[in-house]
């Protein structure tokens, strides 16, 4: 079986945490019988106490609560934050959580980076927020700039479905829904708002995200826009770029300039001679860190989603993204996206390029073979299968002559 375009959809393009979070808590706190939570980054700060608040105050009035969490992206909630949610029935589970080396984090590779919320099986939310301060325009010049989309109509139940499935329970009694593979699909005729929920992972879908991405670059016709925080993918993605621009597409890239990993822009810089005497046209966004995940394509297509264009998330990470089809939210990404480049982007021009030195031209020939080849080199690291661990409710104090003990929960996998 395979996923299908889905018609007859609602979608709304939300703008950072500051249009993001008071959607999600709008639907969180209507929600009547289930909530599905998937993400990388929640942090024990003012925006992850409010989202604790909603989910523990929906599992107080009998709501069915499940949270995913990564074990490297959030490791450092506190026992009472996470016991709290637990002790309300909340079903809280770590994706892959692993034991500190010398104080560092050793679960580096094959991250769970997803970012989806479902509510009631009706409403869905996919995109690149996390649940951090950061993401909201007054934390300051550090804050993200990034996008999600809220989502309702026949393709939620797809992405309901998905997050069912990585919870073993579901798993063990719907194994087909792992078997199913996405076949790259023409972009559907016409229709209201068609979408195709897609995924990556190490298994049946190592590419199906990339996929989508080059069909578009070879079906684009007038202008491309992608706007991505971690940019490095690899051969194919570039070629396919240079080759859009020759035959006369605009394709324009956005991507960081005031990074919040010093190595993004070196990382990308190394693509721009070979990009920009192709034709793409490059831009570095400045007012602070970008951390978006989407692209547009002419007048219909659209994508937001959590996986960057980087060897972490073409090869490695667990990424969800929502293939869109339809002109009325195109031209809402596009008219913010040009916003963007108008308003806060530093065009790259010749004297931004770097010198075509030997130096250069060696580390820019090392980068594109590792580029091409990294889908093989990542076959070599750490392949252990991760793990799902179940924090378990803490036990409930029992009277004994009066005083009460409490013990410590285990986690479970």
């Not at 079986?1 to 945490?17: A, C, F, P, V, Y």
């Not at 996206?337 to 004297?351: G, H, P, W, Y």
Request: net charge negative; proline share 5%.
């Amino acid at each position: 079986m395979k996923t299908s375009w889905r018609d007859g959809n609602q979608i709304q393009l939300l703008e950072n945490g500051d249009g993001y979070y008071p959607a999600l808590f709008d639907a969180i706190d209507r929600a009547a019988s289930k909530i599905l939570l998937e993400t990388f980054i929640w942090f024990e700060d003012n925006v992850g106490l409010q989202l604790h608040e909603r989910l523990l105050s929906a599992a107080q009035r009998g709501v069915s609560v499940e949270v995913l969490l990564d074990g490297y992206g959030s490791p450092d909630l506190s026992d009472d934050f996470v016991h709290s949610l637990t002790s309300a029935g909340v079903l809280f589970r770590y994706y892959d959580p692993r034991p500190r080396l010398l104080g560092m984090r050793t679960n580096l590779f094959r991250r769970m980076h997803r970012k989806i919320v479902v509510v009631d099986g009706e409403i869905a939310f996919v995109g690149g927020i996390n649940y951090s301060a950061e993401h909201m325009t007054d934390y300051g010049p550090e804050a993200k700039q990034d996008y999600a989309i809220r989502i309702t109509g026949p393709v939620v139940q797809d992405i309901y479905q998905f997050v069912l499935s990585n919870i073993p329970e579901y798993t063990r009694r719907h194994h087909w829904w792992q078997r199913r593979r996405h076949q790259a699909q023409d972009a559907p005729g016409t229709g209201d708002a068609q979408a195709l929920f897609v995924w990556r992972d190490n298994d049946e879908h190592r590419d199906d995200i990339e996929r989508y991405y080059l069909r578009m670059l070879t079906q684009a016709r007038r202008e491309v826009i992608i706007a991505n925080a971690y940019f490095f993918p690899g051969y194919r993605f570039l070629h396919a770029m240079r080759s859009a621009a020759r035959r006369g597409v605009k394709v324009k890239l956005i991507v960081q300039g005031e990074p919040d990993i010093p190595l993004v822009k070196f990382g990308a810089r190394l693509l721009y001679n070979y990009l920009s005497r192709g034709g793409v046209e490059l831009y570095e966004y400045q007012r602070r860190p970008l951390h978006a995940k989407v692209a547009v394509m002419d007048d219909d297509w659209a994508t937001v989603g959590s996986s960057n264009l980087d060897p972490l998330s073409l090869s490695l990470n667990l990424e969800a993204n929502l293939i869109i089809y339809d002109r009325q939210f195109n031209q809402t990404l596009s008219t913010n996206l040009n916003t963007l480049i108008a308003e806060d982007c530093r065009q790259v021009d010749k004297s931004m390029l770097p010198r075509r030195t030997w130096w250069n031209l060696a580390i820019s020939v090392v980068a594109f073979h590792f580029l091409r080849h990294f889908p093989a080199i990542a076959g070599w690291l750490p392949a252990h299968t991760p793990h799902l661990a179940l924090v378990e409710p803490p036990v409930q104090p029992e009277m004994e002559t009066g005083d009460r003990h409490e013990e410590h929960p285990e986690v479970k996998s």
